[in-house]
């Protein structure tokens, strides 16, 4: 049977060329950079010529890339480090959005546990958080605003350089989550405007369990963790040199194949738009018009005019070969609609009956049609059961 991954964004396959670079630093070349032996020196150089790869692809200096394990740390990493280190100077204030990933939201939920304020923007029905609703929720207490860089779910590109200069006007770093735009879109940190950068390797054909935070020079942050004095004393703990080699390998080629892997996977995204919103009248896109990135493609089936359940549709697409995702989250046992959708303005059951589709090197404009027919058969085979 034919199988089309259409599920990019939770994440991709390794690339050739990653895991080649990477080879040598599992088995001859395997020294702890923090040993002063050649084997160590060896190890340590690698780390750092890939710390320049990365902080050079995003206009950074490499003394401002951390390497963590992770989206996820991350995320922990920037808000838990900022939030730590603001207590000292009398701020418990931080501002993020109601579409953010949870690794944004919960450590935001856990310090709001442990004594902070925490305020959660409402996004609009694109999905998005203006500059002056963010202005207009920094109180002298603030001391961090999160905001992502493009959802996961839906798409939406947030205008992050005017929340930077809302944010800067008051004095305060803004962090962002940007896991799903290197090599998608541009990132360029000093043009963002932005003091913390969240990346995931895995998520642009590099390895999963390794990621970066860059901390714009200057900015105040505790560390997570605390053993040896590893990434300058802020992410102790023996650095994972395979990975660090492989993700700068991805980010490499993420961005300089951006131009037309983009404009290639955009075609492919726009066919598959315009065919569902043919042959489907019930089909809601969710996300932005055009502050979108090029491959993601979510849509939603009205409820008010069939009955769908996400989880069943990607059940059912799945038979057929073909891996997308619903955007729902099982809870406590229950499948619970997509928190993005629903701060939206998505009713319940509409943003229950949604799939997204993301893209990647492996799709071609012929898995269009294929997925547009197996998606007809799948639906009206689910109808006729209702
Ligand atoms: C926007 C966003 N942030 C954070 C993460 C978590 O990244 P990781 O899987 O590297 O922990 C993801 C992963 O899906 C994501 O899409």
Same mark, same amino acid.
């Given at each position: 049977? #034919?199988?089309?991954?259409l599920d990019h964004t939770a994440t991709t396959p390794l690339d050739e060329r990653v895991f080649e670079a990477m080879r040598p630093y599992f088995s001859e070349a395997f020294g702890n950079a923090s040993s002063v032996h050649s084997f160590g020196r060896e190890a340590k150089s690698a780390l750092e010529k890939a710390r320049e790869t990365i902080a050079k692809a995003i206009g950074a200096q490499s003394g401002e890339v951390f390497f963590t394990s992770?989206? =996820?740390?991350? *995320?922990n990493f920037a !808000?838990?480090? !900022?939030?730590?280190?603001? @207590?000292? #100077?009398? #701020?418990?204030?931080? !501002? =993020?959005?109601?579409?953010?990933? $949870?690794a944004v939201l919960e450590p935001c939920e856990?310090?709001?546990?442990?004594g902070f304020d925490v305020t959660v923007l409402p996004v609009d029905a694109n999905g998005i958080v203006s500059p002056d609703q963010v202005k207009q929720a920094i109180t002298g207490k603030t001391c961090l605003v999160t905001i992502m860089h493009a959802n996961n779910e839906v798409g939406s590109i947030s205008p992050i350089k005017e929340i930077a200069e809302a944010v800067h006007e008051k004095g305060l770093p803004l962090h962002t989550d940007a896991v799903q735009t290197p090599g998608k879109i541009p990132l360029n940190v000093a043009e963002l405007g932005v003091d913390l950068v969240t990346l995931s390797a895995h #998520?642009?054909?590099?390895p999963k369990g390794i990621g970066a935070l860059y901390v714009k020079k200057g900015t105040e942050l505790e560390p997570m963790l605390h053993g040896g004095g590893q990434e300058r004393g802020k992410r102790p703990g023996t650095e994972n040199v395979p990975l660090a080699v492989g993700f700068a390998k991805a980010v490499e080629l993420a961005v300089s194949e951006m131009e037309v892997e983009m404009k290639r996977l955009a075609t492919i995204r726009d066919n598959l738009q315009s065919a569902i919103s043919n042959q489907f009248p019930s089909a809601i896109i969710n996300g932005h018009p055009t502050e979108r990135l090029p491959n993601i493609l979510n849509i939603s089936f009205d409820s008010s005019k069939i009955q769908l359940e996400g989880e069943m549709l990607v059940m059912n697409m799945d038979l057929e070969g073909i891996a997308v995702t619903s955007g729902s989250a099982c809870t406590s046992?229950?499948?619970? $609609?997509?928190?993005?959708?629903?701060?939206?303005?998505? *009713?319940?059951? =509409?943003?229950?009956?949604t @799939?997204?589709?993301?893209f990647g090197k492996s799709n071609t404009t012929e898995d269009v049609e294929y997925v547009v027919a197996k998606l007809r058969h799948v639906i009206s085979r689910m109808a006729g059961r209702a």
């Amino acid at each position: 049977m #034919k199988r089309v991954y259409l599920d990019h964004t939770a994440t991709t396959p390794l690339d050739e060329r990653v895991f080649e670079a990477m080879r040598p630093y599992f088995s001859e070349a395997f020294g702890n950079a923090s040993s002063v032996h050649s084997f160590g020196r060896e190890a340590k150089s690698a780390l750092e010529k890939a710390r320049e790869t990365i902080a050079k692809a995003i206009g950074a200096q490499s003394g401002e890339v951390f390497f963590t394990s992770g989206g =996820t740390e991350s *995320d922990n990493f920037a !808000i838990r480090g !900022i939030a730590k280190a603001s @207590l000292k #100077k009398g #701020k418990n204030h931080i !501002i =993020t959005s109601a579409a953010e990933h $949870p690794a944004v939201l919960e450590p935001c939920e856990m310090l709001r546990e442990e004594g902070f304020d925490v305020t959660v923007l409402p996004v609009d029905a694109n999905g998005i958080v203006s500059p002056d609703q963010v202005k207009q929720a920094i109180t002298g207490k603030t001391c961090l605003v999160t905001i992502m860089h493009a959802n996961n779910e839906v798409g939406s590109i947030s205008p992050i350089k005017e929340i930077a200069e809302a944010v800067h006007e008051k004095g305060l770093p803004l962090h962002t989550d940007a896991v799903q735009t290197p090599g998608k879109i541009p990132l360029n940190v000093a043009e963002l405007g932005v003091d913390l950068v969240t990346l995931s390797a895995h #998520k642009l054909y590099g390895p999963k369990g390794i990621g970066a935070l860059y901390v714009k020079k200057g900015t105040e942050l505790e560390p997570m963790l605390h053993g040896g004095g590893q990434e300058r004393g802020k992410r102790p703990g023996t650095e994972n040199v395979p990975l660090a080699v492989g993700f700068a390998k991805a980010v490499e080629l993420a961005v300089s194949e951006m131009e037309v892997e983009m404009k290639r996977l955009a075609t492919i995204r726009d066919n598959l738009q315009s065919a569902i919103s043919n042959q489907f009248p019930s089909a809601i896109i969710n996300g932005h018009p055009t502050e979108r990135l090029p491959n993601i493609l979510n849509i939603s089936f009205d409820s008010s005019k069939i009955q769908l359940e996400g989880e069943m549709l990607v059940m059912n697409m799945d038979l057929e070969g073909i891996a997308v995702t619903s955007g729902s989250a099982c809870t406590s046992g229950s499948m619970q $609609p997509s928190h993005v959708l629903l701060a939206m303005g998505r *009713d319940g059951k =509409t943003a229950r009956a949604t @799939l997204r589709f993301a893209f990647g090197k492996s799709n071609t404009t012929e898995d269009v049609e294929y997925v547009v027919a197996k998606l007809r058969h799948v639906i009206s085979r689910m109808a006729g059961r209702a």
